[in-house]
């Protein structure tokens, strides 16, 4: 098979290294891909917005299978448009995205089908938003409605807070046409785990769980990121909190999109809320996260290719997925002063270092080439990941493994996976 993936992040490298182990594959390519995803695919300079560039490159290469791995092109459509076209191609359709490119869509869905999530209200005028805040319990969370690199989101712990946010989003349009409208939610509390799954419009099959490290400084202190790193699977996941969000929360998920006619194949991404009245959604992706991916994909140990294949001719139930008994941490190196202002352009030394060693994986984020030398390329620059036993070996080993790399600027938290320690 000739494999074409969508992106040049994180992500799109531990789906480049999990499809580069199929005995199907024969070419691997990667629009745009990065300095890493290079050494393993053929990279083409096509941005992942460029729909129709992207679906003449697979008709003239004869690709049998376009991976669509970011959220702006998903929402945008990309898999209709290759679809269209005569093409393969692995992710949800415009329809289906929305369950990620729109808060709002995904609240009112988790409503009318009575999955547990918190209480909310939807606003498109700022005033009416303002008025429904003065009578509220703070804190409270404000999400733009629509995609916004996971950072539409502000934690406001008073009126005037809330207030500022509503400005920030709505009026300054800080995240553009996301905040065209917004999610007004309770605040809630708790665990936070990530869990993906692939479906094909009826069946879903649950993956490892994940979690995630959203904040930029160490002890969850700074402003939200993308990411700065995660561990899986999730000590506070236990088989009755799975047990729980089977029954009320994945299938009843992949049934009601079904149900408003909007079939989801490809891969649901459940951000999960373990309250102390169980668990509860705080949002829907419609896509791999990132980092999570960098922690789960490598402990699958199914051919990624024929899951894909199943979940786009609605043959997963007969899959059995299958993961490592073991354990997986992953730490951004991010260039210091994300996710504000950095500086880009810095020689990374350390990588090959990686090389040959089974349980290190170093997934490049924001890098390229430059005379013969990759450098920096953006704020979450490389995702150091490490396999071990358990959570405690791997997390040792990650950090380990981040001595290995050096460049200048160079940023990570040091308490990733520090929960571990706790559960």
Request: charge should be negative.
């Amino acid at each position: 098979m000739k494999v074409l993936v969508i992106g040049s992040g994180g992500r799109e490298h531990a789906i480049c290294t999990s499809i580069r182990k199929s005995p199907k594959l024969t070419e691997l390519y990667c629009a745009p891909g990065n300095a890493g995803i290079a050494r393993i695919a053929k990279c083409v300079p096509i941005g992942v917005m460029e729909f129709e560039k992207i679906a003449e490159f697979a008709k003239n290469e004869a690709i049998d299978l376009v991976v669509v791995a970011p959220d702006d092109p998903l929402a945008a459509g990309l898999v209709d448009v290759l679809n269209e076209a005569g093409i393969r191609a692995f992710g949800p359709n415009k329809a289906a995205a929305i369950l990620e490119g729109s808060k709002a869509f995904s609240k009112d869905l988790m409503k009318k089908y009575g999955i547990p999530t918190a209480k909310y209200e939807n606003f498109d005028d700022p005033a009416k938003a303002l008025e429904y805040l003065k009578n509220s319990d703070f804190p409270i969370v404000l999400k733009a409605d629509g995609l916004a690199l996971g950072k539409g989101v502000l934690i406001c712990k008073d009126y005037d807070e809330a207030a500022a946010g509503v400005k920030e989003i709505m009026e300054d349009k800080k995240f553009g046409d996301s905040g065209n409208r917004m999610v007004i939610e309770e605040f809630m509390t708790g665990r936070e785990v990530s869990v993906l799954s692939f479906c094909d419009g009826n069946t879903i099959r649950i993956m490892t769980s994940a979690q995630d490290h959203k904040r930029a400084k160490d002890h969850d202190e700074g402003l939200n990121t993308g990411g700065m790193g995660t561990f899986s699977p999730s000590p506070f996941y236990t088989e009755e909190v799975d047990a729980f969000c089977r029954r009320e929360i994945y299938q009843k998920t992949v049934d009601a999109m079904r149900a408003e006619g909007r079939p989801f194949k490809g891969v649901i991404f459940f951000g999960l809320m373990l309250t102390k009245d169980g668990p509860k959604v705080l949002e829907y992706n419609a896509r791999f996260g990132d980092p999570e991916a960098q922690v789960v994909l490598p402990r699958m140990q199914n051919d990624i290719l024929d899951i894909f294949e199943a979940c786009i001719d609605g043959t997963l139930d007969r899959i059995d997925l299958k993961f490592e008994d073991n354990a997986a941490v992953c730490v951004v190196l991010a260039s210091d002063g994300y996710p504000v202002s950095y500086q880009k352009g810095f020689p990374i030394k350390g990588l090959e270092k990686f090389d040959g060693k089974e349980d290190y994986f170093c997934f490049h984020a924001g890098t390229k080439e430059k005379d013969g030398s990759i450098v920096t390329n953006g704020g979450r620059v490389l995702g150091v990941t490490a396999k071990g036993s358990d959570l405690k070996e791997a997390r040792k080993k990650a950090y380990e493994a981040t001595e290995w790399i050096e460049f200048d600027n160079k940023y990570m938290r040091h308490d990733i996976g520090k929960a571990i320690d706790e559960a």
